[in-house]
């Protein structure tokens, strides 16, 4: 991914030219580098197991895909969280000093309950569930994750939404001393790292709030100890280790169209027809993958969700609301 917004061009080439080395080797060799080494896993990683509903073929549409799970090990050390480096590995090895205990939401905006809450709190009374969903990288790479998480209709429906509810926005923690990544000359983000919504895309039953994968809580590096995952569209829509919820009536703006908005798109929606202005999104690598074993498959519209999310985007161009 690259950023832009508000540089003085004789800063630009640099990181660019550095950011675009990345995409191209990130495709082989950083792969097989970052994911060589001793294993990791969730019992080692001293992870605590949740109490959760297996995810079957029996499960609504959607919900699961026999397609095989991304190994736990490739999961939880092939990161994009920026807040804790740019190398794909920074996040495995500096996300340990994220503290997620004690934790709280905010809840704002067009509810009937705002307010600040706990997250063990929130949690208390949810039924967890298991998602096996894809997840598919706007940079072309692609896992299989269980997911362990409630809808977030769920959360948002307790609060009360206003009829003036239009859109959701979602924030990450702000906190340079836990999170390098806040504080490097290297980053042009302008954090905290913001994500949004439209109300229909927040309360469809494929959007969760994850707390944990592969029967676990969830790896700091992974978004602990609550993120997003809205599987039809590019990962980086699905927003780690949020602190702030917030309803409101106009859209919200997000991260990474607003470092690049000619290159990320609000919507983000996976699509094989509407290419990244520097690379085809037809197909994708899917993790594990290595230089002798790419594993390229072909890429779905909407993530091969499209049965399911289709109808929201009925009317409206995909290759202009990208
Ligand atoms: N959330 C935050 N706060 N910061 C990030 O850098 N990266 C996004 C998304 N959520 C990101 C984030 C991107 S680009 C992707 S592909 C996914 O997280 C990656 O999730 P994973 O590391 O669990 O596979």
């Not at 605590?48 to 073929?57: C, E, G, H, N």
């Not at 676990?216 to 993120?227: E, K, S």
């Amino acid at each position: 991914m690259a950023f832009k917004s508000g540089i003085p061009p004789s800063e630009i080439t640099p990181e660019s030219v550095y950011l675009k080395r990345r995409d191209f080797m990130k495709g082989s060799v950083l792969a097989t580098a970052a994911l060589a080494g001793v294993p990791l896993h969730a019992a080692a990683m001293d992870l605590k197991p949740l109490d959760y509903r297996k995810a079957s073929t029996s499960s609504p549409a959607g919900y699961f895909t026999d397609e095989s799970q991304t190994p736990f090990d490739d999961i939880a050390r092939y990161n994009n969280f920026y807040e804790f480096g740019l190398d794909k590995r920074d996040p495995a090895k500096y996300a340990d000093r994220l503290q997620t205990r004690p934790w709280t939401v905010a809840i704002e905006g067009e509810v009937d309950r705002p307010g600040t809450y706990d997250l063990d709190e929130l949690l208390k009374g949810v039924t967890l569930e298991e998602r096996v969903y894809r997840l598919r990288c706007v940079e072309a790479w692609s896992m299989v994750v269980p997911w362990v998480g409630f809808p977030l209709s769920a959360l948002l429906s307790r609060f009360g939404p206003t009829s003036r509810a239009k859109y959701v926005a979602f924030e990450t923690l702000y906190a340079p001393e836990q999170m390098p990544g806040q504080k490097s000359l290297f980053s042009t983000i302008a954090w905290p790292y913001v994500e949004g919504l439209r109300m229909d895309e927040a309360m469809h039953p494929l959007t969760i709030l994850a707390v944990g994968l592969y029967g676990r809580v969830l790896p700091n590096q992974n978004g602990a100890p609550l993120r997003l995952v809205v599987p039809w569209k590019y990962g980086f829509k699905s927003i780690k280790s949020i602190v702030k919820i917030r309803l409101q009536e106009t859209q919200p703006p997000t991260t990474w169209s607003q470092s690049a908005p000619e290159e990320y798109g609000f919507y983000a929606n996976v699509n094989p027809f509407v290419d990244h202005p520097r690379w085809s999104q037809r197909y994708e690598r899917r993790l594990p993958s290595s230089l002798l074993g790419v594993n390229r498959i072909p890429t779905q519209l909407f993530n091969g969700y499209a049965d399911q999310v289709a109808p929201l985007y009925r009317d409206m161009d995909l290759s202009r609301f990208y």
